[in-house]
């Protein structure tokens, strides 16, 4: 598929799904402050540029999408072969998916992802309160997703032997990596230092705009791990000391390890 946010080589995106729809290749660039936003865009085979800088606030990814999208209807760039639309069903999920059954983090939750056999179904599991409780029971379609009813659908792929849920657009194959399955640490390793704990940052310094305090805890269900609560989301931690945590999510973000000091 086509990620939706195709890092690489310093560009946000190598290939923006809108465009690339229409067999046009858009590399894109965002970039802002408090003060300015900007936004640029190459279109590499024709030679064209657009370039947007705003003082203040603005949707300068919005304006550049309208000059690239007339740029394109007045030039006639792109060609796109029409095709019948066709409606997906429900059907019966290969085995193959099961494999991809189990507890899954990202940067701001813990998910717990079950099949149900006899309803061609997901059914999908957020860690809250101390417990999983179901958020919804998808269903599996002909397309070969599972489909929400927010105009969303999910699926799963397996990157450098990573297990990965990955949220679709319904219109396109552009998606984004909503989580990667975990499995359980070494018994062994004693969490018991980070159960309950609350913290508070101590290495601020003069130019940080906020502090973040939470809370750890741990998982039965995942020996090994902990998880750091803030800002109402859950991010699971492993070890790499008896005091020290480690970030195992390289598709989160915005993660900050935790140390305990006597």
Do not use: C
Not at 66 to 82: C, F, P, T, Y
Not at 98 to 122: C, P, Q, T, V
Not at 199 to 210: F, R, T, V
């Amino acid at each position: 598929g086509t990620p939706l946010y195709a890092y690489g080589l310093g560009w946000d995106s190598i290939s923006v799904p809108d465009f690339e729809l229409q067999g046009v290749t858009v590399v894109g660039k965002n970039g802002g402050s408090p003060q300015y936003n900007s936004q640029l865009y190459l279109l590499p085979e024709e030679n064209i540029s657009v370039a947007i800088v705003f003082a203040g606030n603005a949707d300068v990814t919005g304006v550049a999408n309208n000059i690239v999208q007339s740029l394109i209807d007045e030039n006639g760039l792109g060609q796109v072969a029409e095709t019948a639309a066709v409606e997906a069903t429900v059907t019966t999920f290969p085995d193959s998916i099961l494999s991809y059954a189990g507890i899954y983090g990202d940067g701001s939750a813990i998910l717990k992802i079950e099949f149900n056999n006899e309803k061609n179904a997901m059914i999908y599991k957020k860690y809250s309160d101390g417990k999983f409780e179901t958020e919804g029971t998808y269903p599996y379609l002909s397309d070969g997703y599972f489909h929400l009813p927010v105009g969303y659908r999910v699926g799963f792929a397996e990157n450098y032997g990573k297990k990965l849920f990955v949220v679709y657009d319904l219109n396109s194959d552009a998606g984004f990596v909503a989580g990667q399955q975990t499995a359980a640490a070494d018994p062994a390793r004693d969490t018991s230092k980070f159960n309950g704990k609350s913290w508070l940052p101590i290495n601020l310094s003069a130019i940080d705009a906020n502090a973040i305090a939470g809370k750890t805890g741990v998982l039965n269900e995942l020996p090994g791990y902990v998880y750091f609560s803030a800002n109402g989301g859950d991010t699971l931690y492993g070890l790499s000391a008896a005091n020290t945590t480690q970030m195992v999510l390289p598709y989160g973000r915005d993660q900050a390890q935790a140390v305990i000091t006597e």
